[in-house]
């Protein structure tokens, strides 16, 4: 049995470790879905899947509060499936294996899964909890936010019958986020015929050991991007060592900042010693540009078999122009809200191979105009390549209210409980408060949550101190929402 078991409060981290059971990367929701829907079974909550896909549930009020709004709880089902280099979990079938740390819950070498199952986990918390009081709480759980917010998008309107939007996703206690950023995935692709390969020798440079990170939380925080870091050395290996591009394999998720990169090049034998020794003074920059943030830099190179064919000499120099001039990181930072992003592009995934190309970048903004405006920028530097872009997976962004109803009750009652002020904040993550917004745009909104660290990634961890004062401020909160 898992240790979590053994935590407090019980029922969310039952719930919790059931829900680590049940393989659920972005793009395979049938599992958690059936999962959810048995448990809404067990317990006896109404419960149904949308046409969207998402989980939607229904609990009735506690006899006397039958006068109260209505809530909404809201959480995704997905998690990202990254992992270490050397950890063979399959996400697809394997359980997640959780350890306890100094205070903090991991999985082994994979992402937990906190992101968002945590939320998930205090839903059916609050679901199953027949000692609660409360008036109608409704659920939504929804799919494969994380690579799109699809399944919010496809929601239909008019099924939900809710006041106040309680959104489960935020990863900082104490804190209580009433704005988000907007978003849209930049995809830039390219075909082209293949040349034979006519040089002698042909070498892997890989890039690796990067912390990575959410790139909309972690993107201000100045950590390296691989495919970033990797194009300053192919650029250079091309220019001095008259070396040839056969394949960049950077990156794996489009809201992951890339931890690792690799290329194939062919080159004359007679240069292989002088780009071994380039390899080698670029590890060294790295490091000391990235010093206190990258402590774990690996870059090395190794020989391979040559490759038969390459990028064309004039394709291969246009494409490693564009992702060097391409913009990577924060643009702006919010002016009345100057400690937070306002707008930023992540370079998310990059894959070349001798006949195509394949450019993916998530831009953030929590201005319209400004994501806009990043949008047409990358857009052009792409265009100078040959390329063509397409737009998908926009989602808006969600301006604050600073007079919310729900935020000043959970204001009120976090000080109660904790003997401090909340922080209001408003956040560069995309939240799915917006898209539901759009499509009820009378609820109340805020997002809080426990304390979470470094999702996106394999050091994902889970505060264990947090938890249990989320779920006291959200019982009570529930019992204290106010008469309709």
């Not at 999985?107 to 909890?129: F, P």
């Not at 917010?149 to 019958?161: A, C, D, F, I």
């Not at 950023?181 to 082209?192: K, N, P, Q």
Request: some cysteine; overall charge negative.
């Amino acid at each position: 049995m898992s240790e979590i078991r053994n935590l407090k409060p019980e029922g969310l981290w039952r719930n919790f470790d059931d829900l680590t059971q049940v393989p659920r990367p972005s793009g395979l929701p049938e599992k958690v879905q059936q999962f959810l829907l048995d448990f809404a079974k067990r317990v006896g909550v109404e419960s149904y899947i949308n046409a969207g896909g998402n989980v939607v549930m229904r609990k009735p009020a506690t006899p006397g509060y039958e006068n109260r709004k209505t809530v909404l709880l809201q959480a995704h089902m997905d998690m990202v499936p990254q992992k270490a280099p050397d950890s063979n979990h399959n996400f697809e079938t394997d359980p997640i294996v959780t350890h306890i740390v100094d205070g903090w819950v991991y999985a082994n070498n994979t992402t937990l899964g906190a992101d968002d199952g945590i939320g998930v986990a205090a839903i059916m918390a609050v679901m199953e909890d027949k000692t609660l009081k409360h008036g109608v709480v409704e659920a939504l759980i929804t799919r494969d936010e994380e690579t799109g917010m699809y399944g919010v998008n496809e929601m239909p309107s008019g099924e939900l019958h809710s006041d106040i939007l309680m959104n489960l996703d935020s990863e900082t206690w104490g804190k209580f986020v009433i704005g988000s950023a907007g978003g849209v995935d930049i995809t830039s692709t390219l075909e082209y015929k293949e040349v034979e390969n006519d040089q002698e020798a042909a070498v892997k440079v890989t890039l690796k050991g990067l912390r990575g990170g959410h790139s909309g939380l972690e993107i201000n925080e100045g950590r390296a991007n691989a495919n970033k870091e990797m194009v300053r050395f192919v650029r250079n290996a091309v220019t001095e060592l008259c070396a040839r591009l056969a394949s960049w394999e950077g990156g794996n998720m489009r809201n992951a900042i890339p931890f690792k990169a690799e290329v194939v090049l062919a080159l004359p034998q007679s240069k292989v010693a002088a780009l071994k020794d380039m390899v080698a003074r670029q590890k060294a920059l790295l490091e000391d540009e990235f010093k206190g943030i990258e402590p774990n830099v690996e870059f090395f190179v190794e020989d391979v078999e040559k490759p038969a064919n390459l990028v064309p000499v004039d394709i291969q120099d246009n494409l490693i122009d564009a992702i060097y001039a391409c913009h990577n990181g924060v643009l702006r930072m919010i002016p009345s809200y100057p400690n937070v992003v306002e707008t930023s592009s992540n370079l998310a995934i990059i894959h070349i191979e001798p006949t195509k190309a394949s450019i993916m970048i998530l831009a953030r903004s929590s201005r319209e105009d400004m994501r806009d405006y990043i949008s047409a920028q990358l857009e052009s530097c792409f265009n100078m390549a040959g390329m063509k872009t397409v737009f998908s997976g926009q989602y808006g962004g969600w301006d604050p209210n600073p007079e919310s109803e729900i935020l000043n009750l959970l204001k009120k009652v976090y000080k109660e409980q904790n003997g401090e002020e909340g922080i209001v904040q408003v956040d560069h993550a995309g939240l799915e408060c917006s898209v539901i917004l759009g499509k009820y745009p009378g609820m109340d909104v805020v997002s809080l949550g426990p304390t979470l660290r470094s999702p996106h990634t394999a050091k994902e961890r889970l505060e264990i101190a947090t938890v249990e004062p989320f779920w006291k401020l959200l019982v009570q909160t529930l019992e204290e929402i106010p008469v309709k």
